[in-house]
């Protein structure tokens, strides 16, 4: 049985569980908060680094800010592919206003910008607004799935 490295993004804990019980709601060990729920994580460079380094999951991170009028009507498309896109791939949102070390460490010219990490490593980028469809078939893609 396989086993899946999930992070709380509450906690931070790093909980393992068989891969084939992700979609039964599972919860953190640690704080008893469930650890998938269909939405984005919004995370800063510390839960950012223990989701992309710790957690098996790929992470698709949406590089966005507040002042950005693209991110803000690309944001309900995200979270709409966040619901439909777990437990397969973890999705978290980063703003590069709160966290600008991880905007250059990315060089993050322009936004939004998704990347895509798979294994610690960036797998995927694509710059601009996407609706959820565009942004579900292309996730999946890049991971070497068939759209459904």
Known sequence: ?????????????VNRLP?????????????GKPLLTGAPVAADTALFDRL???????????????????????APAFAAAAAELEPLVRLAKVDTEQAPDLA????????????????GK???????????????????SMLGQRPQ
């Not at 049985?1 to 804990?13: D, G, K, L, Y």
């Open 104 to 119: 250059a460490r990315y060089a993050i010219r322009s936004i939004p910008t998704l990347i895509l990490f798979a294994g």
């Open 52 to 74: 992309v380094m710790s957690g098996s999951q790929p992470v698709l991170v949406d590089f966005w800010a507040s002042w950005c009028g693209p991110c803000k009507i690309m």
């Open 1 to 13: 049985m396989t086993e899946a490295h999930i992070v709380c993004a509450n906690c931070r804990a």
């Open 19 to 31: 891969e084939a019980r992700l979609a039964d709601g599972p919860k953190c060990g640690r704080c």
């Open 122 to 140: 960036e797998v995927a980028r694509r710059s601009g607004a996407l609706d959820r469809a565009t942004i579900i078939g292309w996730t999946r």
